[in-house]
């Protein structure tokens, strides 16, 4: 199986998945009686009436854990090479990778002896 | 390569489609009246730009794409848009005058940018994978000849966590700091 023929399994997946939120969409469409009223209308907020727009502020407070987030994202995007190469690398690359979270897991301390986890 | 070619090869087509609707969703992130939607087409472009990446057997760079800047920038772009804008509905005064300005200076770093990529790599293939894959040199590479470079990311990493913290947060005075203990 080359390349480009072992993707046709990722786009079979994919056309699949449109597909059958299509289908599902015009099904409802075709299916359910429309009889609209402005309770039915509105937004569905746990049963109470909806407070405010939907297009409201976020608190400031996640933009830390989203930044934090980004960090680790990139960490954890260089260990996929090496898990790959785990065998061939062997204990070598077990002990550079260690170092490497290491000095970011420093940095998780950090986070944490400021408070930046803390929700107050 | 002659049109009958061209056509027959499947990889072209998609190609074709990823790059038109990579072109519509960038046009739509800089027309769009409202910053969320933008944001959302964003995430369109760099998905197609992803499959790109996967056209050119480069598998690595494809998926980090998708997890680094779809999973987590554009979610710190949407964090920073729904924190200093509010309302984020749609806003008529995101685009000002100088529209003809912009869209020249576009085009031609469109053109340098091509002209220096055909100049520099015009004639090259891109090889097909095969054993080993490239995500296995990248994994030999990074552990191997470039071990220091990799470790030295950590300490960048390190240094943009402790600065972004430092800069987003204010340190307590050592009254509240009091108090919290007191809690």
Redesign the interface.
């Known amino acids: 199986m080359t390349y480009f023929e072992s993707y046709l399994t990722v786009g079979a997946f994919i056309a699949l998945g449109a597909l059958l939120v299509g289908v599902v969409l015009v099904l409802a469409r075709a299916l359910a009686p429309s009889n609209p009223s402005a309770e039915k209308l509105s937004t569905y907020e746990c049963g109470v009436d909806p407070v405010g727009s939907g297009w409201s502020q976020t608190y400031v407070r996640y933009y830390l854990y989203g930044l934090l987030f980004v960090i680790f994202d990139i960490e954890a995007v260089f260990i996929f090479p090496w898990a790959i190469q785990l065998e061939s690398l062997g204990m070598f690359g077990l002990i550079e990778m260690l170092v490497f979270i290491g000095i970011l897991v420093l940095g998780l301390v950090y986070a944490i002896r400021k408070g930046v986890l803390r929700w107050e | 390569m002659t049109v009958d070619a061209w056509i027959a090869e ?2 072209n087509w998609v190609f074709s489609i990823v790059a038109v609707v990579i072109l519509f969703t960038a046009v739509r992130v800089v027309t769009s009246p409202n910053v ?1 939607h933008a944001a959302l087409y964003l995430v369109a472009a760099l998905a197609g730009s992803a499959v790109m990446f ?1 056209l050119l ?1 480069a598998e ?1 760079v494809a ?2 794409l998708v ?2 800047y779809i ?3 554009l ?2 772009f949407l ?2 848009i ?2 200093t ?5 749609f806003d008529e005064g995101l685009s000002n005058d100088r529209k003809l300005v912009s869209a020249a200076i576009s085009l031609v770093l469109l053109g340098v940018l091509s002209w220096a990529s055909l100049s520099a790599f015009g004639t090259d293939t891109v090889n ?2 095969g054993s080993p894959t490239a ?2 040199i ?3 590479a ?3 000849r470039f ?1 220091i470079p ?2 030295v ?3 960048i ?2 240094s ?3 600065g ?2 430092t800069v ?2 204010r340190d ?1 005075t050592p009254l509240e700091e009091e108090e ?1 203990k007191a809690v």
């Open positions: 499947p990889v969320v996967l057997s690595f998926l980090v997890l680094v999973g987590a920038v979610v710190l964090f920073g729904m924190i804008r509010a309302p984020t509905g097909t994978v995500t296995e990248l994994g030999d990074i552990l191997g071990v990799f470790e990311v950590s300490f990493l390190l943009a966590l402790i972004g913290i987003a947060r307590l919290r």
